[in-house]
């Protein structure tokens, strides 16, 4: 082999090891960024965003939903059994307070109280005598309580008939808007057959439920803005009553408010969306809603502690589209982990790619 071959075999072998070198600290070098390792067994390091937390003024602002009812509202049902004789049921009509709806035969009734007018008119001639020949001592006093009780007897059945004969009307309990008729003229009637309902439409109330967590904060008074899908107008209400208990089952509050001036456009059951402004928070700590970690036992976080993942339980206040409140379990200036939570492990080192704040995140 010539001089010159030897050289240029020495100085490829040089090259090839001098690359080769390169490819191997590169490799090195990548793999101390993507997981580099603290120890024997220690974890890789996470890679993930990160949010500072810091105290914000929060709206306390409370969404809901309701029901409209009228003020007043019975279904129109018959006390006694019987055939009808006379219907005034003109449906969505306006009646007043006594008007006599429905009328149902009552010709056996009639006739009973009939038969008894003479025979309490012979009780009370009856009585009157006994009483002239009682002062003259013509009777005794015996005789005298019979005939008294005969008239008051007779006059107790003519009461009973009298009684049962208003059951045979059916009349406006108040003044209101009827529904639909449900009977026809001569139809057969019980107490359980609903003839008709009726509305009292000038006056509207809604019932609302809420988180029984809004218990304290909600008083008698408050004003609520509420609106009602295809209705372009909304309309305000006003809280008037609040159920003393919570709901055991869905454990919600139960309140009332009365519509300030009702349009004709609302209808009794219609649903209702409500929004109540509460006292604003001004000290309020808001995180990212998905670096909240749903849990059975708790609701937990991730932040970091000297550069390593920590889990912490939180207890949730307020929630709003994107943000929830924290009102315990964390500091403002803890930083919280808002990406990779399905990958981090209790003490996994972090290191953030990115970090944000809440206006920065706005």
């Not at 649903?271 to 609701?299: C, G, Q, S, W």
């Not at 550069?307 to 949730?316: W, Y």
Request: aromatic share 4%; net charge positive.
């Amino acid at each position: 082999m010539t001089k010159g071959k030897v050289i240029f075999w020495s100085l490829l072998c040089l090259v090839i090891a001098t690359l080769a070198y390169v490819k191997y600290t590169k490799i090195k070098e990548m793999e101390a960024k993507t997981a580099p390792m603290m120890g024997k067994g220690a974890p890789p390091m996470l890679f993930a965003n990160g949010y500072v937390t810091e105290y914000t003024q929060l709206s306390n602002n409370l969404s809901a939903n309701g029901t409209i009812l009228a003020q007043d509202e019975v279904q129109l049902q018959p006390e006694v059994s019987g055939r009808v004789t006379y219907l005034n049921i003109k449906e969505g009509s306006i009646v007043q307070k006594g008007t006599l709806l429905v009328k149902l035969n009552d010709a056996d009734l009639q006739a009973q109280l009939l038969k008894l007018q003479p025979q309490l008119k012979i009780a009370q001639s009856n009585f009157t005598r006994i009483g002239e020949l009682l002062k003259i001592k013509g009777v005794s006093q015996a005789e005298y309580d019979a005939a008294e009780n005969t008239v008051n007897n007779v006059q107790a059945d003519m009461e009973l008939l009298k009684a049962q004969i208003d059951k045979t009307a059916l009349k406006a309990p108040f003044t209101g808007k009827l529904g639909l008729r449900n009977i026809s003229m001569g139809a057969i009637v019980s107490p359980t057959t609903i003839v008709s309902t009726l509305q009292n439409v000038g006056q509207l109330k809604m019932d609302v439920s809420v988180p029984e967590k809004y218990a304290a904060v909600i008083h008698i008074g408050d004003n609520m803005k509420c609106s009602v899908a295809g209705i372009d107008k909304g309309f305000t209400a006003q809280v008037v009553a609040i159920e003393p208990n919570i709901d055991q089952t869905t454990r919600n509050l139960k309140i009332r408010a009365i519509i300030h001036h009702p349009s004709s456009s609302l209808i009794p059951g219609a649903y209702v969306k409500v929004e109540l402004k509460l006292k604003d928070i001004p000290n309020a700590i808001m995180i990212p809603a998905n670096a909240v970690i749903p849990n059975d036992r708790a609701t937990k976080i991730v932040i970091t502690d000297s550069s390593k993942a920590k889990f912490v339980s939180i207890e949730i206040g307020l929630r709003t589209e994107t943000e929830v409140q924290v009102l315990n379990g964390i500091n403002v200036g803890d930083t919280v982990l808002t990406t990779g939570l399905l990958q981090v492990k209790p003490g996994m080192p972090v290191k953030f790619k990115k970090i944000s704040t809440r206006a920065s995140a706005q």
